[in-house]
């Protein structure tokens, strides 16, 4: 009976576990019966470990290959596991080429069963934690998927795990076909919690043990002998205080922060691709954001803590974007979707935010941005400065900030100085940049650290 892992439209993660015992035969016709089994596009390349199938000529990828075999065996390290001595991977340019050949759901964009991968992705980060995985057996999906979640390095959703339901439920729906995206997200954050709090080797022992499709008792009677510990009294642990599911020791930072332009590996990037910006810091630290990409999500590498209260929120949408905020120490990483060679991204740390105004050093904006996201959280400061040199000024409306966490929550001023006698309340007028913009932020609804976001659109 065929195992398949399916990946498909929910955000940037596989879509679910499915049995298709109806098939009767195995991926790639390793099964009974007179089944052709899926139709491969041509072999394009291959390293001592990987075929890679495509029907595309590669030229976008020509070292697919390669860049698969790298990943695993990164995985292979991290994980301390071994994958199948030999992987074989086929890359489709659509879901419905994909679809055709394996037989998987329409919406799916990655199949994987044992060591065969089917993707619409030049490398599925998703797919190969599942086929590193494989040797390893076919836990619930709950841990299956999210281990996956927890490596592929995706960014976002994080505003999810703000509620968790009861793991009762979670288990239960882990056996539908397709199962909820709280699946994966859930399951994403207590497997990466589960890996940071009793290590990866006992995580292990637990995916070995777990069977898909086992009842919530057996599910919570096999945790229990393997982490010596009831689920209730754990996941009750992971809800009190994980916001986050990325684990990150597979990456190294790898992007400056001075101003100069991050440099990402623009070969075979498509929405689920190999770039990633990296960066630590290491106290609380005003940044800025400067990019013309299209799109792109933001991760840390805490479990603690969510960077979509604050910071990058997300791309400009192909124009110009500065995004201002004041980050917390830790570990983040960008994951840029559908970039160009034309695309630039630049961080800087600065003083360009704080608690008053006098010290601070305005962020110069580089290009004609037509977004301004200006994020803080009021328990640290109050003030926030940037400047535009240029002699044409840039002329905005105000526009209302609804990825905001505190829309209402605080009253905003622009001010010529940082003289509070200077300052106007932002209330829907245009506002036009040149020279120093100073902005000064008030809050009316104290909420922690959940801040206050202000977006100046042109």
């Known amino acids: 009976m065929a195992r398949w892992l399916v990946s498909g439209t929910l955000p940037a993660v596989s879509r679910s576990i499915l049995t298709l015992g109806a098939l009767g035969f195995l991926l790639f016709g390793?099964?009974?019966?007179?089944?052709?089994?899926?139709?491969?596009?041509?072999?394009?390349?291959?390293?001592?470990?990987?075929?890679?199938?495509?029907?595309t000529d590669l030229s976008a990828c020509p070292d697919a290959a390669t860049r698969v075999q790298t990943r695993v065996e990164a995985l292979e390290r991290v994980l301390g596991v071994s994958a199948p001595a030999r992987i074989t991977y086929a890359h489709f340019q659509t879901t419905e080429a994909l679809s055709h050949a394996f037989q998987c759901p329409t919406e799916a964009s990655g199949c994987q069963t044992e060591a065969n991968v089917g993707s619409t992705a030049f490398v599925d980060f998703h797919e190969l934690v599942h086929v590193t995985l494989s040797p390893q057996g076919y836990p619930d999906a709950l841990i299956q998927e999210g281990i996956a979640v927890a490596y592929q390095h995706s960014g976002g959703a994080d505003a999810i795990l703000k509620t968790w339901p009861a793991w009762r439920d979670l288990v239960s729906l882990a056996q539908n076909y397709p199962p909820e995206s709280r699946v994966y997200w859930f399951g994403g954050a207590f497997s990466a919690y589960l890996v940071t709090r009793f290590g990866m080797p006992k995580f292990l022992a637990f995916f070995r043990i777990s069977k898909s499709a086992a009842s919530p008792e057996v599910f919570a009677a096999q945790f229990q002998e393997t982490f010596g510990s009831p689920l209730d009294s754990v996941w009750a642990d992971a809800t009190e205080g994980v916001e986050g599911y990325s684990l990150c020791d597979d990456l190294s930072p790898n992007t400056p922060l001075d101003g100069s332009e991050a440099v990402a590996d623009t070969g075979c990037l498509d929405t689920s691709g190999p770039a990633r910006h990296v960066f630590d810091l290491e106290r609380d630290t005003p940044?800025?954001?400067?990019?013309?990409?299209?799109n792109g999500s933001i991760g840390a590498c805490s479990l603690t803590q969510a960077p979509s209260n604050w910071g990058w929120l997300g791309g400009g949408k192909g124009a110009w974007s500065v995004d201002l905020g004041t980050w917390r120490p830790g570990r983040y990483y960008v994951t840029p979707s559908y970039l160009t060679a034309q695309d630039s991204f630049f961080a800087t740390e600065g003083t360009y935010q704080g608690p008053t105004?006098?010290?601070?050093?305005?962020?110069v904006i580089r290009h004609a941005v037509e977004e301004i996201r200006v994020q803080m959280r009021p328990e640290l400061e109050t003030w926030a400065a940037l400047s535009y040199p240029n002699s044409e000024p840039l002329k905005f409306r105000l526009a209302t900030d609804s990825d905001s966490p505190n829309p209402t929550a605080c009253d905003w001023y622009a001010c010529?100085?940082?003289?509070?006698?200077?300052c106007t309340a932002i209330n829907g007028?245009?506002?036009?940049?040149?020279?120093?913009?100073?902005?000064?932020?008030?809050?009316?609804?104290?909420r922690g650290e959940r801040g206050c976001s202000l977006l100046i659109a042109n």
């Open 30 to 55: 390793c099964g009974s019966g007179s089944d052709p089994g899926p139709q491969l596009p041509p072999l394009q390349s291959k390293t001592d470990r990987v075929d890679y199938y495509s029907d």
């Open 287 to 294: 940044l800025a954001l400067e990019t013309n990409y299209r």
């Open 357 to 363: 105004c006098a010290p601070l050093a305005p962020y």
């Open 416 to 422: 010529t100085s940082c003289d509070e006698s200077t």
């Open 429 to 446: 007028d245009k506002l036009t940049l040149q020279g120093t913009l100073y902005l000064h932020t008030k809050t009316t609804e104290p």
